[in-house]
């Protein structure tokens, strides 16, 4: 199949490479004038065949995708909620294929259907992290399945060529109720980590910060609490959090047993340890908090702590 990618950005490119391997066209659509790679190196933990995850080198080879092209999947990984600039780039060049919506977003569906117009869509979400070095070195992370919208949730044409080229790649499919909810309690989940690491006002190194939080039975107990606050946004937004037991229920656990679990897992498990650490884009991480700390505040909610946490770095930065 023809994939295109919209930039060379980790989680794209990351998808790409296991997808060229798979036998696969890959494209990237890339700014006019920009610097590209003929090939990028790629260290990958790979945790498609081993829970522990195998320590993978090799080199991806770059292609960029040319004006007035058909494809049969577009991904779109973007940071901050650009879903709409990134869409504006595939009518500029006159792109078509069926569009794969593969990042955050607090949108609702409504407004992302008019933000797709007529381009057919789905919403996936990734298992993968890193980060890219003088765009051409990637070192990232990959875990064995996506998180991916349901057929009957989703109007495109060819939802069974996109699983058979998933299958193709060993990545699985897990299926949530409904993937935009699922990507909300993603957010309110991460946001209530990040402050949380961020607790000091200093969002500076979030490799840093997130090697210390891992590390912290006691901050990660926080963690728990200040993601149970979170999670009130995503309440108030009508989602039914029964629905979604298995992403919720580390959460629901005594707070003190719930930090004393996570640090374990995060010292027995190199591949969550790890994407926990590649993740530098500060910018994207800002965005999920801001998101949820002004969905808070618009429904009145009381999130002493994450609010707390987030007005410590909201201003750090403005500092």
């Known amino acids: 199949m023809r994939i295109a990618v919209l930039g060379l950005g980790v989680i794209g490119t990351t998808y790409a490479y ?4 798979a036998g696969h066209e890959t494209f990237h659509i890339v700014r006019e004038g920009k610097n590209v790679p003929s090939s990028i190196s790629v260290h ?3 945790g498609r065949y081993n829970p522990k995850g195998e320590e993978k080198d090799d080199d991806y080879i770059v292609m960029t995708a040319s004006e007035d092209e058909e494809y049969d999947f577009i991904l779109i990984s973007v940071a901050g909620g650009k879903i709409e600039d990134a869409m504006k780039t ?6 078509k294929g069926t569009v794969i919506f593969f990042c955050n977003f607090w949108n609702e569906r409504k407004d992302v259907e008019k933000i797709a117009g007529d381009f057919e869509y789905i919403t996936a979400f990734p298992t993968a992290g890193g980060h890219m070095e003088n765009d051409a070195k990637l070192n ?16 495109i044409n060819n939802y069974e060529d996109l699983i058979s080229m998933l299958n193709s790649a060993d990545i699985k499919q897990e299926i949530p109720y409904d993937m935009f909810e699922w990507i909300w309690i993603h957010m309110a989940i991460n946001a209530g980590v990040t402050s949380t690491a961020a607790r000091e006002g200093k969002i500076d190194d979030p490799n840093r910060l997130a090697r210390e939080l891992m590390e912290d039975s006691k901050a990660l107990t926080m963690a728990v609490r200040c993601i149970r606050e979170t999670l009130k946004t995503v309440t108030a937004r ?16 005594p707070a003190g047993l719930a930090g004393i679990a996570m640090k374990r897992l995060f010292a027995g498990n190199e ?8 993740h530098n884009d500060v ?3 800002i965005y999920g908090c801001r998101c949820v700390y002004d969905e808070g505040k618009s ?14 770095v909201f201003a750090e930065i403005k500092d």
């Open 90 to 95: 595939l009518r500029d060049r006159n792109l």
């Open 283 to 285: 910018r994207d991480i």
């Open 299 to 312: 429904h009145g909610l009381e999130l002493p702590l994450f609010y707390g946490n987030m007005d410590r």
């Open 271 to 278: 591949l969550t340890s790890r994407i926990m650490t590649l």
């Open 18 to 21: 296991v997808l060229q391997k």
């Open 238 to 253: 009508g989602v039914d959090l029964k629905k979604y037991n298995n992403e919720i229920f580390p959460y629901k656990i």
């Open 140 to 155: 990232c992370v990959l875990f064995d399945h996506i998180m991916l919208e349901s057929r009957k949730k989703t109007k």
């Open 44 to 46: 990958l933990l790979d």
